[in-house]
């Protein structure tokens, strides 16, 4: 299952537009690493964004954990985002029903679909969660990944559902590009893969997390990308420990093709 294609050839397979740009700009920068800026200030956000954007495809919020919230906070990621080349993916987990979801990507204090190029959604609710947010996300050329496994120890995700959210992936080709997952699904190559649950030094937190390093995920699991939160984010210096699991990641890649 696992692909030998490079980023750069993978290019021209993919039919949505962000997962072009996204593979052009990870060939181009030479990177595969994803930040989970999982911090909760403005301050903090953008201090990441500007120090780690050289370094990273994909700048990962959880928008509804920072304390001081502003549309002035993400006009100035999305300059960020232009002046270092990422993308910026608000991990949402959209769970609800169709008409709910639509409201929770258009409108509240949030407004995610007006500054969120990726957004990620459950499988769970069936079609209609997919109807709902394609229904805001689809005329801004927005996408979506949808969660096919989780990182969790105790996950209870199966084998049959997580095939059931891949064949859901393949109806909704015009808006989702891939899967949040611990390793490649399909033997297809049009799909993008992120998978979170990545360090150097710990197997687990105390909350259930679990770690793989970035070889395994990358070049044995056959992910795209690897997104790292703590491991930088909680280090005394990110940036260098950003550019030691970018340079990881890079080799591993590198090895599978
Ligand atoms: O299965 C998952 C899916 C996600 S998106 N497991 C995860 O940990 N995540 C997210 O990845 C999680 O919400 C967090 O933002 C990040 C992992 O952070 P870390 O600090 O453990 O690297």
Excluded at 35 to 40: E, W, Y
Excluded at 118 to 140: C, D, E, R
Aim: charged content about 25%; proline content about 2%; some cysteine.
């Amino acid at each position: 299952m696992i692909t030998k294609l490079t980023y750069e050839q993978r290019i021209t397979q993919m039919q949505h537009p962000l997962a072009k740009q996204l593979l052009q700009l990870m060939s181009h920068k030479k990177t595969n690493l994803a930040l989970a800026a999982d911090v909760t200030s403005a301050d903090e956000l953008l201090t990441l964004a500007d120090k780690l954007g050289p370094e990273i495809c994909v700048f990962k919020t959880h928008i509804d954990i920072i304390d001081d919230f502003s549309i002035d906070m993400v006009n100035a990621l999305q300059k960020l985002a232009k002046k270092h080349q990422f993308l910026i993916f608000e991990d949402r987990k959209f769970a609800d029903i169709g008409n709910t979801v639509m409201h929770q990507y258009r409108d509240g204090i949030y407004k995610i679909v007006e500054w969120a190029d990726l957004i990620n959604a459950h499988s769970l609710p069936g079609q209609g969660i997919m109807n709902g947010l394609k229904k805001v996300g689809l005329s801004k050329q927005r996408a979506c990944l949808l969660l096919a496994q989780m990182s969790g120890s105790e996950t209870l995700f199966t084998e049959e559902y997580t095939k059931k959210t891949v064949n859901m992936a393949e109806e909704n080709r015009d808006f989702v590009i891939g899967f949040i997952a611990q390793q490649r699904l399909t033997n297809n190559h049009d799909f993008l893969y992120m998978t979170p649950g990545v360090s150097l030094a710990q197997s687990g937190d105390s909350l259930g997390q679990t770690y793989n390093d970035p070889y395994t995920v990358i070049a044995k699991n056959g992910s795209d990308i690897m997104i790292v939160g703590r491991a930088i984010t909680e280090a005394n210096d990110p940036v260098k420990v950003a550019k030691t699991f970018r340079q990881l990641g890079w080799d591993a890649y590198e090895q599978r093709c």
